[in-house]
């Protein structure tokens, strides 16, 4: 190594530098530590430094202390990403070394750069709970990357900043190199179901003002930048979609669907008190979420291969519990599968297991919730059927460009919930208390552009474009299934994290998915297949590595692994 990727400010100590590679070290902990590090020949006294790499103290990386340290000194590279932390020992490298008890030092690359940035390790891996199935199991779930690795730091301005306008300059390159990465990444947007195909520069206009819809959308408050004749506008819209009359409704627009979920749910543990959640085990973790919240007992039912909910073993799960109430979570598109459940068919199960009167559905439509009334020979979701809320999310199928939701009630089950608040001069009756009032004109404004006949047009595309995906994928050999109802494809996962992070791809177990929103044209379906293809010549060209079998997860007749196709 070369004096000039010594560690600034330490090249006119040392002009010997020895690159030692990756050390393992068991400590008292029992615990195996690796770390890059650099050993430093100081050329006036011959004692040795030893230079540890160690990532910022917030993060995953674990450290450990060298025998004898003198000093540790900190010092922050030019990028803001990682900090070098020295550790610096004084002594002989053979003491050093056989203090350290090192099972093993493995040569670094001879271009080992000691200055450059450490790419992050693969993230850390914690167990799942229970599969789909019910029983209790233990799966690896992958996290993504500590953001703090890499977040951007707020400091200071410099005294003389009004003047010389320099962090004025350096706000702007950094904003610009963001919009070139979004730009970007939106390239590859595959695995979420946001629709990123609109254009809002109409209402550039309104974003000077702080619009604030706080306490209940139907009675103004004292505080008069609001926007609540637009949010009304769009309740009125979805109420007439779900069949309910402007006199029997209630609802407000939310920050985002979990928001929908928690706010249905707790109406009907405020009807039924007493009331056991059930949900399907492939329900949004944020239904479960709000019977840990609520403190509510839960039951979670079975689902077919398809996703959707098991009404057999619903039944089963009733018969546990006939004194009390049933609050159940009816699934309008799974998460993962994209399954709707049967709201029919669970509203029979109800009324023949003896709970007539005495449940209370939520129907969480985040994705498809708005998709449905546009597919032909598809189950409606109507309040002329026996459920109490739907919810759906505006920047999913909508296309808002900031997190929200739409979540309707009925009007007689409200008034268990809201409070008034003289300090608002409102009704208190939703889960926030400011609420974004931009939102709403977003929404207003794309059902407006776009209005039934406009949305019918993107849902007729995306299931198109949802078939034609599945069969370039099942022609690959790769297996692939789409539920009836859905434009959501799950397909076998890709073995390789770097593929699944460029397309930002949802994985569970051994699938993943692609969410096919009206932003997805056939052109990028054929960029990304073509890509998985090359990419599984690859992984699996030595026959050492086989292709999973993804027969549980999607069945054997969608499953093309060797032991089904």
């Not at 309910?244 to 939310?254: A, P, S, V």
């Not at 009733?318 to 159940?328: C, G, T, V, Y």
């Not at 597919?375 to 059927?385: G, N, Q």
Request: glycine share 8%.
């Amino acid at each position: 190594m070369k004096n000039e990727q010594t560690p600034h400010g330490l090249s006119e100590h040392f002009s010997q530098i020895k690159s030692v590679g990756t050390i393992t070290n068991n400590l008292n902990t029992k615990r195996t530590i690796t770390s890059p590090f650099l050993i430093l020949k100081n050329q006036h006294d011959q004692s040795f430094f030893v230079y540890k790499y160690q990532k910022n103290h917030r993060s995953n990386y674990s450290s450990f202390s060298f025998p004898r340290t003198t000093f540790t000194k900190k010092h922050q590279p030019t990028s803001p990403k990682r900090r070098l932390h020295k550790k610096i020992m004084a002594g002989s490298i053979d003491v050093m070394l056989r203090e350290l008890n090192l099972e093993s030092v493995e040569s670094l690359p001879d271009d080992f750069d000691p200055t450059a940035v450490i790419k992050d390790h693969v993230p850390p891996v914690i167990n799942g709970d229970k599969l789909g199935n019910g029983k209790e199991q233990v799966r690896e779930i992958v996290l993504g990357r500590n953001v703090h690795t890499s977040c951007l730091e707020v400091t200071e301005p410099d005294d003389d900043d009004e003047v010389t306008g320099e962090r004025e300059a350096q706000m702007a390159s950094v904003l610009a190199r963001y919009r070139k990465s979004l730009l970007e990444r939106t390239k590859h947007h595959l695995g979420y179901p946001y629709n990123l195909d609109f254009d809002y520069g109409a209402l550039s206009q309104l974003q000077h003002f702080s619009i604030n819809n706080l306490g209940d959308p139907f009675i103004e408050s004292n505080y008069g930048v609001h926007s609540r004749q637009f949010e009304v506008g769009v309740l009125d819209w979805f109420a007439r979609l779900w069949e309910l009359e402007k006199n029997e409704y209630w609802g407000y627009i939310t920050n985002c669907g979990t928001e929908g979920n928690l706010h249905g749910i707790l109406v009907g543990r405020e009807v039924f008190p007493e009331g056991i959640l059930y949900a399907s085990s492939e329900s949004h973790y944020s239904v479960f979420k709000a019977a840990r919240m609520y403190r509510m007992d839960c039951e979670k039912v079975n689902t077919l291969i398809s996703g959707e909910i098991d009404c057999e073993d619903f039944r089963a799960k009733l018969s546990l519990h006939k004194d009390k109430p049933a609050i159940i979570n009816v699934n309008i598109g799974t998460t993962v599968k994209g399954a709707v459940d049967d709201l029919d068919l669970v509203i029979k199960t109800l009324e023949e297991s003896g709970f007539t009167g005495r449940f209370y559905i939520h129907c969480d439509g985040a994705l498809f919730g708005l998709m449905m009334p546009f597919v032909k020979l598809a189950p409606k979701v109507s309040f002329k059927k026996p459920i109490g809320s739907v919810s759906v999310s505006g920047h999913k199928f909508v296309g808002c460009p900031m997190p929200c939701g739409v979540q309707i009630t009925r009007l007689e089950h409200i008034n268990a919930l809201s409070r008034n608040v003289e300090y608002l001069a409102s009704r208190d009756a939703t889960i926030m208390g400011s609420r974004n009032g931009h939102a709403p004109l977003f929404l207003w404004y794309t059902l407006n552009r776009k209005g039934y006949r406009g949305f019918q047009k993107e849902v007729q595309k995306c299931l198109r474009n949802a078939h034609y995906l599945r069969g370039r994928l099942t022609s690959a050999g790769i297996g692939a299934m789409l539920n009836e109802l859905s434009s959501t494809v799950v397909f076998e996962r890709p073995q390789d994290e770097e593929f699944t992070r460029k397309w930002q791809l949802a994985c569970q177990g051994n699938i993943a998915h692609v969410v096919v929103m009206p932003n997805i044209t056939i052109d990028k379906l054929d960029d990304f297949v073509n890509e998985l293809i090359e990419k599984r010549a690859v992984w699996y060209k030595d026959g050492k590595r086989k292709p999973p079998c993804v027969a549980s997860d999607i069945g054997q007749a969608n499953c093309l692994c060797e032991l089904h196709k």
